[in-house]
């Protein structure tokens, strides 16, 4: 089993940054790509990033190609991190944004993920 915890939501205004960060523990060893997601509750989870295991491909969702940079670091002890910085923040950002981890590649298919985190809110004022 994976588990992922996210963290560094909050309160912003528009066009601050903010960066997002996801600890995967467990059987890290089973976890590939990892991705970010994000919901509002008038849409379904929306395709933010995805980042390979290695960390060097990245696939970006065209809407937020630009303002988003995702990133990992595959430490040592076993306890995989990713990262997303997130530049020029809209209010139209606000959402709950979830952590990924799939055993395959980089993908913005929300079923290739096997492990989902609780998720962390963003909240974006005008």
């Known amino acids: 089993q994976v588990h992922l915890a996210e963290s560094g939501g909050g309160l912003a205004q528009a066009g601050d940054s903010l960066t997002l960060s996801c600890a995967a523990s467990g059987r890290t060893s089973d976890v590939g790509a990892m991705g970010w997601f994000r919901q509002t509750p008038d849409k379904e989870r929306e395709f933010v990033a995805s980042v390979s295991l290695s960390g060097f491909n990245t696939w970006y969702a065209e809407a937020l190609k630009g303002r988003i940079t995702i990133s990992r670091d595959n430490a040592q002890n076993a306890v995989n991190t990713m990262y997303l910085q997130m530049n020029s923040l809209k209010p139209e950002d606000t959402a709950l944004y979830y952590c990924?981890?799939?055993?395959?590649?980089?993908?913005?298919?929300?079923?290739?993920?096997?492990?989902w985190g609780q998720g962390t809110r963003v909240t974006v004022s005008s």
């Open positions: 990924a981890a799939g055993a395959g590649g980089i993908t913005p298919q929300t079923s290739s993920y096997r492990y």
